[in-house]
Structure formats: C-alpha cells, structure tokens
C-alpha cells in the first residue's frame, strides 16, 4: 500500500530511477499527492505523466462534465457505521441543479478483526462495491434524512462499470434509482462500478445520449421531462 | 473544423474506419457527444479512448479533486460583449467553498468582421487567452457584481500552463489574483492557460502543496490561514 510503505517506495529514489505505476491519475488520491509532498522534502525531483481517470472519463455516459459538482465516495455500510456526509454534499450539488460522481468503495487488502487482533496478516477476498449495494444505501440515507434528493421513483441516476475498458467490458445503463435497484447484479458487469447521480440542470441532449442506456427508455424521458422539467419533443 | 465539418468527417465511416484525433478526453467538449449522437443516427459503430485531460490533470496544482465544483469557461470580452454568466458559476461553488476550474478562451481559425462580411476565408492570427488578461476581466466583473468572491487581494487562484507538457513546459503559478496580474507575461510560460479559483473548504495539506509555486509564500500561507481560515502551523 503506497499509504503505509511511501518512506520505501523512496528509499533510493535520490540515487535511482523509481517508477509508481497508478490507476487513474496520479493527482486522483491524496495518497499520491502525499508522496509527492514526502519526494519534494527529502530533494527528490518528480515526474508526474497524467492519465484517463474516472473524473473525466465518466463523461462517456453523456452528461457534460461542466455540469458536474463536487465528486462523492461512498463507503461500505457495516451494522454500526453508516457515514452519511455524501448526503449533505449530493445534496449541494442537487440544490445547484449539478451531476455527482459518486465513487464506491473498494476494500483491498482487509483483515478480519480477529486476525488484527492477533496480529495474523491474513486478509479478506477483495470487495467492490456494486451498484446495487450503493443505491440501497442512497435510498437508505435518504429515509432518514428525507431531502428528497434520491427519491427511488424520481431521481435519475447512470450506473458505469469499466469505463474504457475492451470491447464488452464497459457498461452503462441508465435509469430511476428503483430502475436500477431492480436489475440482476450481471447488468452492471464485472467491478469497478461508478454512479451518477443526474442533477436538475439537465441538457435536453445529455437525456438523448444517456436514452440509449436506460433500463426502460420510456421512463427515463418522462422522468425527465416530468420530475426534471427538461424540454424533450 | 469538427462543429461544422462532421458529415465530412462520417462520410464513409460505415464502410471504413475513421479516427478522430482529438485534445484532452473526448467527452470534455459537448461537441464530441454530438458526433457520436450523428454517428449512431447513422448506426456506425463509435469506440472511445479515453484521455488525460485538463478536467483531472487540473490537480497538478495540489488541490483535490474532490473539492472542485462545476467547471466554468471565460471567453474574451470585446468593447461591447462582457458575457458575465461565468460569474454566477464561480459563486455558487464559491458559497459552497469549492474550488473552481476556469477554462480560458482560444480563437481558432477566426474571420475579421470584414473578411468574414465579404466571404474572403481569410483567418485571423490565433489567439489564447493569457492568465494575465483572464485576471483582469475576472477582476472587471467583480467590480461591476461586488459578490465579494474574486477579490484583488483576498482570493487566491493558481495560474497553469501546459500542464503535462514536458520539461521546463509546464508553469504553474499561486497568490492573489492581484499578485498573479503584476506578474510579467512570460511568467506564465506558453499557451494552453487554465486558472483555478480557491474555495474556502481549503486543507493545509493543499495550501503546502501549492506553496512552492507561491509568487509570494508569505502572503499565499497569509492569506490562507487569515481570510480563508484554514488551520496552518
């Protein structure tokens, strides 16, 4: 993990060539930047080389990027912890009428809190949040806290697995948070899995794009001329 | 030109392949998305590659991601056109505290009044918008607005040019907008431009991340911690 073995990773770095392989782009996680700060303070020159990363290649599903707000992350429910902050921050960019990216967990690396405990480095399979666990707990934050933001049955919201990935790997469908709820889990295809959250400032040619992924093409254009107000033929 | 010439470009490319070179992420300009809107009119397969583009690269700067609002364009203002629209934007992230990435103007391939009057296709030499010339038309607009969110000598911006561009290309610049406007041109280095404004939800790792590009790094960290209220040593 770059979080635990940075002070490694630079070890010889003044003296060598070190590479740090990333996904996405560097600048996407603190993380990075944080080992950049580490580099700078220790006078080791750094080469940063930018890639594709979610925060802009989510805008193969057709909304524009200029319509987005503030980027979410949703972490993984347990019985006694359900951070809700994102809520309050979807909520300002529904308020403004904005898209949210919301990126969903990914727990790598996990150990039990036995083997913790005991000191055993033994870890959990890997788990990627789906869409289907993400939008439950949106639409369970949204029962407690009633903003009507992410009501099931009229917020629009656009599930992405794989963006950019080969042929037959990436995927995008469309729809009502209940829409989406109610897809078996193979809809979405393999992990990562991205959600949109549409905003109210929503672009009659955005909802055309976005048309050909939805679950049900004629609920996704009365949505949105209906809940949304979009002008549509 | 793709706007105008997007018939041309999908003439043959169902029988074909056609490739489509473009800057940045594809889906960063609207448009893109409507190319691909005739092309599946026309039932010809579109595949996408996605891009490093200005949209993430923008965290070169040290700011996170996450922390941006929505993405705002200023064009060049002529003696009778100051479109202002740009302005409402930035306040409404800036209210929220978010930072905003302000996209500069570039005139392409542009007729003077005259020649374009007498059909004469002779075009104008280009021109991109200078971080220099952005400040101060950002600056017009406060004065004429009085929102008190592009303050000369309380907000704080970061200037970028050719991000990601190689050795030496790359420029970027940190301090008030007013430190930014007296600074000489050639500080900023070559074009592409691109300016982000800060927003208040501003964390010390940023504000030291930012620092070494600081015009002044007195008054960056000053500024910082007294009117931005972020929590410095």
């Not at 560097?26 to 220790?42: N, W």
């Not at 639409?139 to 963006?163: F, H, N, Q």
């Not at 093409?217 to 009365?222: A, I, K, P, Q, T």
Request: net charge negative; hydrophobic share 40%.
């Amino acid at each position: 993990m770059v979080e635990t073995e940075s002070d490694e990773i630079l070890r010889d770095a003044d003296k060598k060539d070190v590479a740090l392989l990333v996904v996405g782009d560097p600048f996407g996680a603190t993380t990075h930047t944080d080992i950049i700060l580490r580099a700078r303070s220790l006078k080791i020159p750094v080469r940063v080389v930018h890639n594709a990363s979610i925060m802009n290649a989510i805008g193969a599903c057709g909304l524009q990027l200029y319509n987005f707000g503030q980027t979410v992350s949703l972490v993984f429910f347990s019985e006694t912890w359900k951070p809700d902050s994102f809520y309050d921050r979807i909520k300002e960019n529904a308020d403004l009428g904005m898209h949210t990216l919301v990126l969903l967990d990914i727990k790598v690396k996990e150990q039990s809190e036995e083997n913790l405990a005991r000191g055993r480095k033994i870890y959990e399979p890997p788990r990627y949040m789906s869409i289907t666990q993400a939008v439950s707990q949106l639409i369970e934050i949204e029962e407690l806290r009633e903003g009507g933001i992410l009501t099931p049955d009229k917020t629009l919201a656009i599930a992405m697995s794989r963006v950019g990935g080969s042929e037959g790997q990436e995927r995008i469908v469309s729809g009502t948070l209940s829409e989406l709820l109610s897809q078996p889990p193979e809809v979405f295809g393999e992990p990562l899995h991205s959600l949109v959250i549409v905003g109210r400032r929503l672009h009659h040619l955005e909802v055309e794009y976005a048309e050909t992924f939805a679950v049900n093409r004629e609920s996704w254009r009365s949505t949105a001329r209906d809940v949304y107000g979009c002008a549509l033929d």
